[in-house]
């Protein structure tokens, strides 16, 4: 087997589920325990806290986009946001990289936050 120097490199799931709580504004409060840190703990809980709030985000979504009439334009880039994130947790979509900073930029327009169908954006 040849051995490929343009193999893709892929981000370690502490590191996607950062990317995914930032562009979904997820309450740190929640996400990490007390801080940020990069224990294995640390990560596992990001990780696992992430996932939840993605899948119930997303099942909040389908519920919504099943009832009969219009969606608001909003909800619709909204669902685009959720399918992307989805994809960098499962791995077969790259998160985008942090800057210079450290800090994430949302160059592909991703709608950050959530879409509340009660009461619109939180």
Not at 104 to 119: A, L, Q, S
Request: charge should be positive; glycine fraction near 6%; charged fraction near 30%.
């Amino acid at each position: 087997m040849k051995s490929n120097s343009r193999a893709r490199t892929v981000a370690p799931k502490p590191e996607r589920a950062r990317y995914v709580a930032w562009l979904l504004r997820l309450d740190p409060s929640k996400v990490y325990r007390i801080a940020p840190d990069a224990t294995a703990a640390g990560n596992q809980h990001l990780v696992d806290c992430v996932f939840d709030q993605l899948q119930r985000l997303v099942e909040e979504a389908a519920r919504f986009k099943s009832k009969p009439g219009p969606k608001p334009p909003r909800f619709l880039w909204y669902l685009r946001t959720l399918e992307h994130c989805c994809a960098v947790m499962s791995g077969t979509t790259e998160p985008l990289p942090p800057n210079e900073h450290g800090e994430f930029e949302n160059k592909d327009g991703y709608r950050c936050g959530t879409y509340r169908p009660e009461g619109g954006d939180v």
